[in-house]
């Protein structure tokens, strides 16, 4: 129990462009969702919270224009990286608490802009 | 400010012999305490959680709050167990984040 599901699990795309990318929780509600991002060889960092109808709270240092983030029902929150640029590649994982099963992990997102 | 230290990046050791994952973690209050493992391109899993103390590949850890610690042990590694390995913090019972060391990349070597 308590999957989330990611996707993409990879995405290329070009400099300047934006991508979106999805997080549904399968078999439970996320009232929360969490955002993190991991750079090659390091730990994942917070970037934002998001909450299910109201505004994402994001990380000192995270600019929360570039990182969109939409969490419009209690099955699905979003991320889109706007404008996306090189340094914006790395690899973006959700994550969401359940009562029964603590901590779940969506698969991973791997940016890669080019 | 949560904090969890580990201070080894990288920990290789011969197959069968013991592995200790050393974690520690800064928090003024009652930390909940999580190990994830996070094999070759797949997600982060569970490992183990301290509330609830049970064994899992081998693997146990006990939460030591007077050294604020929360060491992972095997007794005997297995090759399989080479990956990547998370010591993480919830701040309280509450909806919160993770709060994540660094990693600690285990190598077992056959």
């Known amino acids: 129990g308590a999957v989330v599901s990611q996707h993409p699990s990879w995405v290329i795309c070009k400099s300047g462009t934006s991508v979106k990318i999805e997080c549904r929780s399968l078999?439970?509600?996320?009232?929360?969702m969490f955002w993190y991002r991991q750079f090659p060889k390091q730990s994942l960092m917070l970037m934002a919270t998001?909450?299910?109808?109201?505004?994402?709270?994001?990380e000192q240092g995270v600019e929360k224009d570039k990182f969109l983030i939409n969490h419009a029902s209690l099955t699905l929150s979003t991320l889109t990286v706007t404008s996306a640029h090189p340094e914006d590649s790395s690899f973006y994982i959700c994550?969401?608490?359940?009562?029964?099963?603590?901590?779940?992990f969506g698969s991973g997102t791997r940016l890669t802009v080019v | 400010a949560q904090r969890v230290t580990q201070p080894e990046k990288l920990l290789s050791v011969f197959k069968g012999a013991p592995v200790e994952l050393k974690c520690n973690y800064s928090y003024s209050g009652s930390p909940e305490l999580f190990w994830y493992v996070q094999y070759s391109r797949q997600r982060l899993q569970l490992l183990l959680r301290h509330i609830s103390r049970e064994s899992i590949k081998g693997f146990t850890a006990d939460l030591n709050k007077g050294e604020t610690s929360f060491h992972l042990k095997k007794p005997f590694a297995q090759e399989e167990d080479s990956a990547m390995y998370y010591c993480?913090?919830?701040?309280?019972?509450?909806?919160?984040?993770?709060?994540f060391g660094k990693g600690t990349r285990l190598s077992v070597i056959a």
């Open positions: 078999d439970f509600q996320a009232t929360t």
């Open positions: 994550s969401a608490r359940t009562v029964s099963f603590g901590y779940t």
């Open positions: 998001s909450n299910e109808g109201s505004k994402a709270t994001y």
């Open positions: 993480a913090l919830s701040p309280n019972s509450g909806n919160t984040p993770l709060v």
